[in-house]
Structure formats: structure tokens, C-alpha cells
């Protein structure tokens, strides 16, 4: 008779551990996310369209946890078989908690804006949407105007926090 609880009690001690050692959405402190991006670059008229690859880091500072982060953004472009470099700053809003497991949520879904200068006279402004899944992985659809070559820059990224801070581990049962 007394066999049959210890299965329940197990698993509930295991989900007060974990509930103890949850990750919140937009913690303090700073993630420092590398992102790979690709897309293309077009002028919406008779001249090509360019393929576009970007690799960029991103240090970004929670500014009002769980709300706002701001940070800045360097890399390169890899455009019309040429290399450039980009940077600037990045304000990233969380505009939605994803679905609740163990009082944390899986992901998040945020409003990413971002101003780039490169060193080919480019001036980009935009941004786009971005998930973030686990603190971990970040994927975004972005778009950027650039205002003075007079072209828009479309792309998908795949994001990598490198430098996550570790979870303490679980108390031994």
C-alpha cells in the first residue's frame, strides 16, 4: 500500500526542485546572443536582387526585466560578392510569454528594432520578430530599410546565446 505513493512523492519533490530553479523571460543582467542570418537585399525595381548573409553578436542588457533590453549589435554582411561590416544599436520589447511549464515558460515572443550603420555608406533601420526559446536559442524575421542606398534588406536569423549563465543543479533527492 505504501509503495504505490512513492512515485507520486518523487515526482512532486522533482517539480519543487525545478520550480525553485526556473529561468524568467528577460532576466537581469546580459545575454550575449551570436546570430547567423540569411535573405536578400532588393531595390523593388528592374536591378537584381542580392543574396544576403549576416553574422552578428549582440550583447544585450535587461533595462526593465522582464520587459526591456537594449544592447548593441556588430558583424559582417556578405552581400553582392562583397564582405561589410555593420553595427549599431538594438531595443528588443517582450510582447509575449509563450506556454508555462513549472511556473517558467518555454519561450517568448519579442519586438526587435535596430539602427546599423556599414562601412559601404550603408544606413539600415528596422527590425522584426523574434522567439526566443529557452534562454537559448533565438529565432527572427527581420526587415531593413536602408535609407541611404535606397534598397531593403529581408532575412531570417538563427541566434546562439554563447555565454548563458548556468543553472545551479538540482538539490539530490
Not at 529561468?23 to 546580459?30: I, L, N
Not at 533590453?69 to 556578405?78: K, L
Not at 536559442?137 to 535609407?147: I, Q
Request: aromatic share 12%; charged share 15%; proline share 6%.
Amino acid at each position: 500500500m505504501k509503495s504505490k505513493y512513492i512515485p507520486f512523492l518523487l515526482i512532486m519533490l522533482l517539480c519543487v526542485a525545478i520550480r525553485s530553479h526556473a529561468q524568467s523571460e528577460f532576466p537581469r543582467g546580459w545575454i550575449f546572443p551570436l546570430e547567423v542570418g540569411q535573405g536578400a537585399a532588393t531595390a523593388f525595381d528592374q536591378s537584381p536582387d542580392f543574396y544576403l548573409a549576416t553574422l552578428s553578436f549582440s550583447p544585450q542588457l535587461a533595462v526593465v526585466p522582464g520587459k526591456l533590453r537594449i544592447g548593441v549589435t556588430g558583424g559582417g554582411a556578405f552581400m553582392d560578392k562583397h564582405i561589410y561590416g555593420i553595427g549599431g544599436g538594438r531595443v528588443a520589447l517582450l510582447i509575449w510569454d509563450g506556454p508555462k511549464a513549472l511556473q517558467s515558460t518555454i519561450f517568448n515572443v519579442q519586438l526587435v528594432g535596430e539602427h546599423l550603420w556599414g562601412t559601404k555608406d550603408q544606413r539600415l533601420v528596422g527590425g522584426g520578430i523574434a522567439a526566443e526559446i529557452g534562454n537559448v536559442l533565438t529565432l527572427s524575421v527581420k526587415s531593413h530599410r536602408d535609407y541611404m542606398l535606397n534598397s531593403w534588406w529581408f532575412q531570417l536569423g538563427l541566434g546562439w546565446n554563447i555565454f548563458r549563465k548556468k543553472i545551479p543543479p538540482l538539490p539530490e533527492l
